[in-house]
């Protein structure tokens, strides 16, 4: 049976963020109910629930006061992207603990909030979950456009989103038979004050001539969530004015 997007609970990871404050207005303004997972708090106008979500026994217990307080779960946005000390380091000086560290902190904290999310959409007999990604994932960077400035993208970070990438179609081909959707969105660069030099560049590469804005991406989001989606599942939505169409 088809739900009006009013009674769709959607959790959204890291809706404190840059773009997660935007998927939060976006979906509130679309009817729907989100809810904050963020380790830190917010102005959202949503409930918030504190949670750090490179700890799997505080996902599980969220996700669980969640479902005893709404009755159900209909969605996730697995948006939150935790950094530690050592994001940004240099290739060469990332060492194999910071590796590890990094890989268990971005894509394993993807992966539990998607296994723990998964048996509460089966309960409501379908659901969508977004997993954001990074055009980065797909491709690889253009390193002429950081050049005099002090901006050095990580390999980590590309590895993680193709990981994600992957995680994606595992999950959309395992769980399509529940009437559960699982898709990624790879956004562009979104403007957030970098470095004038980077910025002049970067929007000369892009087919719209921008940089991209949190409100470009949030609306995907809800048409995801939304059963205008319906027949659409393990597909990575690239939102990045064009930059990867070059
Ligand atoms: N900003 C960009 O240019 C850009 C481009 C492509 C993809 N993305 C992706 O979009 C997503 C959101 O990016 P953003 O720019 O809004 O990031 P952001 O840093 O502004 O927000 C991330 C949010 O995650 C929360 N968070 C961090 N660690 C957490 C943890 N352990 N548990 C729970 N919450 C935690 C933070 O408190 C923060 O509210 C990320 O996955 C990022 O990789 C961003």
New binding site residues.
């Given amino acids: 049976m088809k739900k009006a997007n009013k009674e769709k609970i959607i959790l959204v990871?890291?809706g404190?963020?840059?773009?997660?404050k935007s998927i939060i207005k976006d979906l509130t303004e679309d009817s729907y109910i989100p809810i904050n997972?963020?380790?830190?708090s917010a102005e959202n106008s949503c409930e918030h629930f504190k949670?750090?979500?490179?700890k799997e026994d505080e996902i599980e217990e969220v996700f669980q006061l969640i479902y005893q307080k709404y009755g159900r779960i209909d969605g996730l946005v697995n948006?939150?992207?935790?950094?530690k000390e050592a994001f940004g380091a240099d290739f060469f000086d990332v060492q194999e603990k910071h590796l590890v560290e990094q890989l268990h902190f971005q894509l394993a904290?993807y992966y539990l909030c998607c296994q723990k999310v998964l048996p509460y959409l089966q309960k409501s007999n379908g659901g969508s979950i977004v997993n954001?990604s990074?055009i980065y994932g797909s491709v690889g960077n253009d390193f002429s456009l950081y050049e005099n400035t002090k901006m050095n993208p990580p390999g980590v970070y590309n590895m993680v989103k193709g990981g994600i990438n992957s995680l994606t179609n595992y999950l959309a081909a395992k769980f399509g038979k529940d009437q559960i959707r699982v898709n990624t969105i790879s956004?562009?660069?979104?403007f957030?004050n970098q470095d004038k030099k980077f910025v002049e560049k970067y929007i000369q590469k892009v087919p719209l001539a921008r940089m991209g804005n949190p409100d470009d991406i949030s609306p995907v989001i809800c048409f995801l969530m939304s059963d205008k989606s319906k027949y659409i599942t393990g597909q990575n939505i690239l939102v990045d004015g064009g930059l990867t169409c070059l």
């Avoid at 948006?79 to 950094?83: C, G, L």
Wanted: hydrophobic fraction near 30%; aromatic fraction near 4%.
């Fill in positions: 990871t890291g404190s963020g840059l773009i997660g997972i963020d380790i830190t949670c750090d979500i490179t948006n939150a992207y935790p950094r904290s954001i990074s956004p562009g660069g979104i957030d």
